[in-house]
């Protein structure tokens, strides 16, 4: 699975959005760009998950860069409730069950 | 809520003994794993069933840890003669192996071991 690279830490004013950037210049062209964010003391949570077009379900959007080198989740309207380390994790998604390879993640905190 | 359940949630033992915790997948879920997580680290891989077969284990799960799924529902993972190196976060996730939410995989809430 390809390498990720995230900042180790991010602020965010409640209400505003969230940006949150992931690095995988060494992604493949069958591996997947997944978010899992994990809230203190709990199991991680997917968020969302994309190949190379732009997803948005009801938690976040993920846009994809047309190389597919970078990608950002965005929180359109952070809360407090998403103060968590999230998670960027390449992997391939069909046929093989891979595990999942996290790395140390981005703690983001939205801040009152 | 019929999501992936895990118990104990948390378990303290001395150096020594034996400790088994249990994992109860989603229910249409075929496919189940196990990580392990110690303090500001990620989630770390251990081993991964499909069905009741134990397809993968990591370096990590050492003779001392063995892992089970003996009807292909609910798992146990026992380690026997506990060290401190051991406390950590054990964390349980399931997904399927077909369909829209293929190999999404989903968490429990884990089960926090101290080892005294």
């Known amino acids: 699975d390809a390498k990720t690279t995230q900042p180790t830490s991010m602020d965010c004013a409640e209400g505003r959005a969230a940006n949150l950037p992931c690095n995988h210049s060494t992604i493949s062209g069958n591996e997947y760009v997944y978010w899992y964010r994990q809230i203190h003391s709990q199991g991680p949570q997917y968020i969302i998950h994309g190949l190379k077009n732009n997803e948005t379900n009801e938690m976040a959007s993920l846009i994809i860069t047309e190389d597919r080198k970078s990608s950002t989740l965005i929180l359109p309207h952070a809360t407090l409730r998403d103060t968590a380390v999230y998670y960027c994790i390449v992997r391939v998604a069909t046929g093989s069950a891979r595990q999942l390879t996290f790395g140390s993640g981005t703690q983001l905190t939205v801040l009152p | ?116």
Not at chain 2, 3 to 20: A, L
């Open chain 2, 1 to 116: 809520d019929t999501g992936v359940s895990q118990d104990p949630r948390h378990k303290i033992t001395k150096r020594g003994q034996n400790v088994t915790f249990r994992c109860d997948p989603i229910s249409e879920h075929n496919r189940l794993y196990w990580y392990r997580q110690t303090l500001g680290q990620g989630p770390e891989f251990l081993t991964y069933f499909q069905n009741e077969a134990q397809l993968e284990k990591s370096r990590l799960l050492s003779d001392r840890f063995s892992a089970e799924r003996p009807k292909g529902s609910f798992s146990t993972l026992e380690i026997q003669r506990t060290e401190q190196g051991d406390s950590a976060m054990y964390l349980c996730a399931s997904s399927r192996s077909a369909g829209a939410a293929k190999n999404i995989q989903y968490f429990g809430a884990g089960t926090r071991l101290s080892v005294l």
